[in-house]
């Protein structure tokens, strides 16, 4: 077989899953927010629908693949436990992706119960002024820098 043929026959090992495609910020690199971009009448996939992706991704891939739940803002979905729950009862390695603006001790009790296995904050500067500016949200990096502390 050669290597055209391998590279069409193996199996992915990581998938970015948007399970919410809205944020509570104007990121200057994302542009989400626009409403050109994603129409605010849009609704985000349901648990149903993301549960049936997650079986069938890991029956896909025997359970060795790192599925990276993402947004907009995963965390604005009430069910992100039950969905980290899903996937990790498939045996797959489930991490997120975050702004970390909603990481309080709760929830990061309840992602940490949930079974979830990496968590990705972003951080766009240490100067405040610069991450807040970029983000779009007064506040953002002292909320940034507390989830931090509660990790």
């Not at 498939?90 to 990496?118: F, Q």
Request: glycine share 6%.
């Amino acid at each position: 077989m050669g290597q055209e043929e391998k590279a069409i026959a193996s199996k992915p090992v990581s998938c970015d899953l948007n399970i919410y495609p809205f944020c509570m910020f104007k990121c200057k690199m994302c542009l989400i927010w626009e409403k050109d971009i994603i129409p605010q009448d849009i609704k985000p996939p349901s648990f149903e629908l993301i549960k049936y992706f997650i079986k069938s991704l890991a029956e896909l891939t025997d359970k060795k693949i790192i599925l990276d739940l993402i947004g907009g803002e995963p965390l604005m979905r009430s069910d992100i436990s039950d969905l980290i729950k899903t996937s990790s009862s498939y045996g797959l390695t489930t991490t997120l992706c975050t702004n970390g603006y909603l990481l309080d001790m709760e929830m990061v009790k309840l992602l940490y119960d949930s079974g979830l296995n990496r968590l990705s904050i972003s951080l766009d500067s240490l100067n405040e002024q610069t991450h807040d500016t970029i983000r779009g949200k007064a506040g953002s990096y002292s909320r940034v820098m507390r989830a931090l502390e509660y990790l």
